[in-house]
Each structure stands twice: as C-alpha cells, then as structure tokens.
C-alpha cells in the first residue's frame, strides 16, 4: 500500500451497534461487558465484580442510549435509582445476547487513556455530537 492510504476511524463503535441490533432484532437481550478500571468510566462501583461490569442495554431497561464513536452513555436503574452512565468506547471488552451468548469480544485497546470530550448527558439536544457523526438513539 501507498503512503497516501486513509486512515480510517476504529470499527469497534460500528460493529457494536450492528451487534446491538442484531440481537435485538432477534428478540434477546444485549449485555456489554465493561472494562470499569479504564479511565473515564462512569458506572455504580458497587456493581463491578473482578474489575468488569455487565450491562443490559436493552430498549426496556435504558434511557437514552447513544452509541458513538468515542463514548456510550445511557440512564438506567441500579437497585431502583436512575443512573447515567458513560463509557469509553475502548472500555467495552464485548457485546453479547443473555439468552444464548451470542455476540463477540473485543481485543483489548492499547491506550487506557479515554477519548477526549465526553458528550453533554445532562439535557442537551439528544442527537447532538461534537464530531458531527449520527449516533444510536433508543426511542420507546
């Protein structure tokens, strides 16, 4: 190949909101399996077992749930209290179905550093990006 090759972005956020449909058109339930010691990881610590978190991200059990291409973030209920979560793109280590396991892991990224510009959670314009790209939405 040439010097003048693009580079392209990271495939982890595309292929993780394929995955996140796929299952769910298939009516299963969508985990993500969280890194949370990587930096910039907001989650309820008293969840995390062994360094790792497990999410359900399914449209009946989150708010909001944006899948970008540097950062997910998304509300959901912990013991009953609404809660913000926001996650590196690099954090998550797989996206799975609970029902039959179903999905895949990610090779761990090199850089434990988070991405820059976490996106505004709190009330902004729900479809509003600093770097211009769509995002997932869940609308119920």
């Known amino acids: 190949m040439s010097d003048d090759t693009p580079t392209m972005t990271p495939s982890r956020p595309y292929i993780m909101r394929a995955l996140y449909e796929w299952i769910v058109d298939n009516d299963c339930t969508p985990y993500l399996l969280v890194d949370a010691k990587r930096p910039g990881v907001e989650v309820p610590t008293q969840y995390v077992k062994d360094g790792q978190i497990v999410l359900n991200i399914s449209p009946s059990a989150v708010v909001e ?66 770097e211009g790209r769509p995002a997932l939405k869940i609308v119920k």
């Open 65 to 130: 749930l944006l899948v970008g291409n540097e950062w997910i973030s998304f509300n959901g209920r912990f013991g009953g209290a609404p809660t913000d979560i926001l996650l590196p793109v690099g954090a998550v280590l797989g996206i799975y179905a609970r029902e039959n396991g179903q999905g895949m892991v990610f090779e761990p990224e090199i850089s434990p550093e988070p991405p820059n510009d976490p996106p505004d959670t709190g009330g902004g314009s729900a479809g509003s990006k600093s």
